[in-house]
């Protein structure tokens, strides 16, 4: 029978079949064996369906097109973090797609997590077709926060000048003055809130970072028993955050000039004038030294930073000391030293030693005679002038630190021999003495060589602490640099290390460094 209902559409097949019922129903008049025999003929007509599937025909059955192959498709972003759905409009016969049919393909398509049900909800609903619909997206890790102190004054407040827009500089605009008083709130501590774990839409997890809580605040004065993250100045005075801890310092306040009526001013902590400091004041600060006037002859001692906001004019007689930084609108006349760096407007006929850099700033910025060192450079605008004043800078260690360092290799060779010829001394004179008795004098001479050895030793190891500091020193300073972006006037000595270079033409642009023993020069190129 099949062969009977080859070339028969389905519609053909439902038609017939209905006809054959009808068919059946008007026969009452026929015999019961009529009847049965007819209803077993009718058990015996195959179905519909099993016609269909035993002519192969089940694809025409089933033959609207599924979403994975009506031209829809899934699009993944590179990192996997997103996915976007394209649908084209369902086939004959397909009224709209469900939801287990987007999981499915999803799923199929690697996407096994992140979806996005409103979008899904949404496309089968208002039946959206022909345009791309974010339908899965992954997570970033939320990184987390670790704690930290939310200072409630300003750690770098003027650590450096203000440019003006003429290009000179301004130090009047330098303070290392931050008063508190006693009950402020110094500083609030933040604690460490964790992250999040990520993924992206295939399953791949992101570890957020671990978290770390900082270290209790260091320093003397400031704490409060009732909140331990919330810290409270315990007395008034001035306040600063160095190395990692908070100070809280008493401040001495000049208001007015400095005279030599008053002589000598000496204070623990920090001493700021606020007017000018006539010639032969001497005045020596623990901490920090901050002048709001003009500075004469005077001597400066500093155990931390020191401000001459207008300058100074030192006559050939001022003395300047500090072990932190030094900044002062000019420099003239006068011998300084500074444990860090100096900067300044210009530097004029004085000599200036800094075991950090030396830094001239402004629209001048120059160096005009005298002698000049930094340690770990010098930058300048200008160097020398057009009058050829002999003008000597140099960068990079001094003459005297490899004098020291030859010095105590050499006396490291000596101390050395010294040891080895009293250490063989007395070990034969040990050998004797545990041979037998031996007189008494070789037993004081063996009880001496003894000490001798000692003290010998000891001095070996003062030394070497000579020795490893000049080697720090040397290397410390072996990349430094003199660099001058305006001219470089004949008349200049540009010395690095032991090397020196006398400059027999004015030129510009420069930058000179030590190679191998001798200095060697570049042109500055700006892009």
């Known amino acids: 029978m099949g062969n009977e209902y080859e070339f028969l559409s389905s519609e053909e097949l439902r038609e017939l079949r209905r006809e054959m019922e009808q068919l059946a129903e008007t026969n009452d008049d026929l015999s019961v064996e009529r009847d049965k025999k007819a209803e077993q003929e009718a058990g015996e007509q195959p179905e519909i369906l099993d016609i269909l599937e035993d002519e192969g025909m089940e694809d025409?059955?089933?033959?609207?097109?599924?979403?994975?192959?009506?031209?829809?498709?899934?699009?993944v972003s590179q990192d996997n973090m997103t996915a976007w759905m394209y649908l084209t409009v369902p086939g004959e016969g397909k009224d709209n797609y469900t939801m287990e049919e987007f999981e499915n393909f999803l799923k199929k398509k690697g996407i096994v997590t992140g979806y996005h049900r409103s979008n899904l909800a949404a496309m089968i609903k208002k039946r959206v077709y022909e345009r791309e619909i974010i339908v899965a997206q992954g997570q970033p890790a939320i990184e987390g926060k670790d704690g930290y102190y939310e200072y409630k004054f300003d750690p770098k407040r003027n650590k450096a000048p203000k440019v003006l827009e003429d290009g000179r500089v301004d130090y009047t605009t330098m303070s290392t003055l931050q008063n508190v008083k006693k009950g402020d709130v110094v500083a609030i501590y933040h604690h460490a809130k964790e992250g999040k774990d990520g993924y992206n839409i295939k399953g791949k997890s992101f570890k957020a970072r671990k978290v770390k809580e900082a270290a209790p605040l260091a320093g003397q004065d400031i704490y409060n028993e009732d909140n331990p993250d919330v810290?409270?100045?315990?007395?008034?005075?001035?306040?600063?955050?160095?190395?990692?801890?908070?100070?809280?310092?008493?401040?001495?306040?000049?208001?007015?000039?400095?005279?030599?009526?008053?002589?000598?001013?000496?204070?623990?902590?920090?001493?700021?004038?606020?007017?000018?400091?006539?010639?032969?004041?001497?005045?020596?600060?623990?901490?920090?030294i901050e002048i709001k006037g003009t500075v004469e002859a005077v001597n400066l001692f500093a155990g931390g930073n020191i401000i001459l906001s207008r300058g100074i004019q030192g006559a050939q007689r001022a003395r300047v000391s500090a072990k932190g930084d030094i900044f002062a609108d000019f420099i003239e006349h006068t011998v300084m030293m500074a444990g860090g760096n100096v900067q300044a407007n210009s530097?004029?006929?004085?000599?200036?030693?800094?075991?950090?850099?030396?830094?001239?700033?402004?629209?001048?910025?120059?160096?005009i005679g005298g002698y000049t060192h930094g340690m770990m450079g010098i930058q300048a605008t200008e160097i020398g002038n057009s009058v050829e004043v002999r003008t000597v800078v140099h960068a990079g260690c001094e003459k005297e630190t490899y004098q020291k360092l030859y010095a105590a290799k050499s006396k490291e060779l000596s101390l050395t021999e010294e040891i080895r010829e009293a250490s063989d001394e007395f070990r034969d004179l040990?050998?004797?003495?545990?041979?037998?008795?031996?007189?008494?004098?070789?037993?004081?001479q063996r009880q001496y060589l003894e000490g001798r050895i000692k003290s010998l030793k000891e001095e070996m190891a003062e030394n070497k602490k000579i020795l490893d500091e000049m080697d720090a020193l040397i290397l410390k300073g072996k990349d430094a640099r003199i660099m001058v972006t305006g001219n470089i006037y004949r008349g200049t000595v540009v010395c690095l290390a032991q090397a020196q270079m006398p400059i027999e033409d004015t030129t510009c642009l420069m930058k000179y460094y030590h190679k191998n023993g001798i200095i060697e020069s570049s042109v500055i190129a700006y892009s």
């Open 231 to 288: 810290y409270l100045a315990q007395k008034s005075g001035k306040i600063e955050l160095k190395n990692g801890k908070v100070d809280i310092q008493a401040v001495h306040e000049i208001k007015g000039d400095l005279t030599l009526i008053t002589g000598k001013v000496e204070f623990y902590g920090d001493i700021v004038v606020t007017g000018n400091v006539e010639a032969g004041v001497t005045i020596r600060a623990g901490r920090n």
């Open 60 to 75: 025409t059955w089933e033959a609207l097109p599924s979403i994975e192959n009506n031209g829809s498709y899934i699009r």
């Open 430 to 444: 040990c050998q004797k003495k545990k041979a037998g008795k031996i007189p008494q004098r070789l037993e004081t």
């Open 347 to 367: 530097i004029i006929n004085s000599k200036i030693v800094a075991d950090g850099e030396i830094i001239l700033t402004g629209a001048r910025g120059t160096i």
